[in-house]
């Protein structure tokens, strides 16, 4: 009897053990099927909403303006989408543009919050919005952002009178690039006004801007701002001070140009300390303006950790505080 009782003990033993390598062989086999992208995904919890700078789009023709990026984070388990707002307008039009996209987004997903990621001017559009609407808002990433404002916005409209026709017919010209630019990459309707934008950009400019939306911004130029501010809103920022990175990208050579006209490191458009918000992860990579979001088409610094690398990096980063 004793005899019985435990031969029907190893036999349910020995079918446990089946069952379980079975199950774990199966397992394995999932795995393997998996792409290493895929079997390694790690999403955030909200939503990423990238944002494009002055005269940007969302897609040209197929070729986005974060180069690759927006591919990159959905392999690494992120849901992603690139804003809709105008190429050129104020931070404030454009932030109001961003705050609506957000909300179709929110409405869309079922999300609560989403991260901003601002480059260039896309960085003060997305703070708008992170201090008008901060409970819609997780985090707000700014790279290369014009938080500071910018030296070739400063001489641009230093150069171009108030309210002469030489302003006149420069915001009729650079109106109509912009809205060429939207209508190409399908975002008819927005507006456009080139004086308002470059206005925003500069230094006088975006100080007002931080004393209406101050949050994560530095209490001084070149210094770090909260990680969290008292809004509940995480703030990050990085950007470039290589402005010639990659000999056969055309680009290099009028950011080139346009670096001699600051006296600080910087990127060819933004100086390493005016690009301050937040936690800086670091201000000096060898980038220009362009080399932070991918362009042109990849063109990038051999030398330098790559860009698709460093978003990859901040959605881990995000992901491990639980946004």
């Keep these: ?36 992208q895929q079997a390694y995904a790690q ?30 984070l959905r392999q690494q388990g992120a849901q992603v989408f690139v804003a809709s707002v105008s190429p050129a307008n104020s931070s404030e039009v454009r932030g109001e543009q961003l705050r609506t996209f957000v ?14 990621i601002g480059h260039s001017h896309g960085g003060p559009t997305i703070r708008y919005v992170a201090s008008v609407s901060p409970e819609m808002v997780a985090s707000a990433t700014s790279i290369g952002g014009v938080n500071w404002g910018s030296r070739v916005a400063d001489l641009a409209r230093g150069i171009i009178p108030v309210n002469s026709n030489t302003e006149y017919l420069a915001q009729q ?52 701002g909260q990680q969290l501010a008292n809004n509940g809103v995480y703030y990050f920022s990085w950007s470039g001070t290589s402005p010639l990175t990659h000999v056969v990208d055309p680009s290099d050579y009028p950011l080139s140009l346009t670096s001699l006209v600051f ?46 690398t460093l978003y990859r990096q901040h959605l881990n980063r995000l992901q491990q505080l639980g946004l």
């Design 173 to 224: 010209g650079i109106n109509l690039l912009a809205g060429i630019i939207s209508g190409i990459s399908g975002n008819n309707g927005l507006p456009s006004d080139s004086i308002a934008a470059m206005t925003s950009l500069t230094t006088q400019g975006s100080i007002a801007f931080n004393q209406a939306y101050p949050e994560g911004i530095p209490s001084q130029y070149c210094g770090q």
């Design 103 to 116: 909300q179709a987004v929110l409405a869309q997903t079922g999300a609560e919050k989403v991260n901003l």
């Design 43 to 72: 999403g955030t919890k909200y939503p990423v909403v990238l944002v494009h700078g002055l005269f940007g789009f969302d897609d040209i023709w197929g070729v986005d303006y974060f180069y690759r990026i927006p591919q990159t």
């Design 263 to 308: 006296g600080e490191p910087n990127d060819g458009l933004v100086s390493g300390c005016s690009s301050h918000l937040g936690k800086v992860i670091k201000d000096n990579y060898k980038m220009n303006h362009l080399d932070e979001v991918n362009q042109t088409l990849g063109l990038v610094s051999w030398f330098e950790t790559n860009p698709e």
């Design 1 to 36: 009897m004793m005899k019985t009782s435990m031969l029907k003990i190893l036999k349910k033993v020995s079918q446990v053990k089946s069952a379980t390598l079975s199950a774990l062989f199966l397992a394995g086999i999932t795995l393997l099927s998996l792409s290493p």
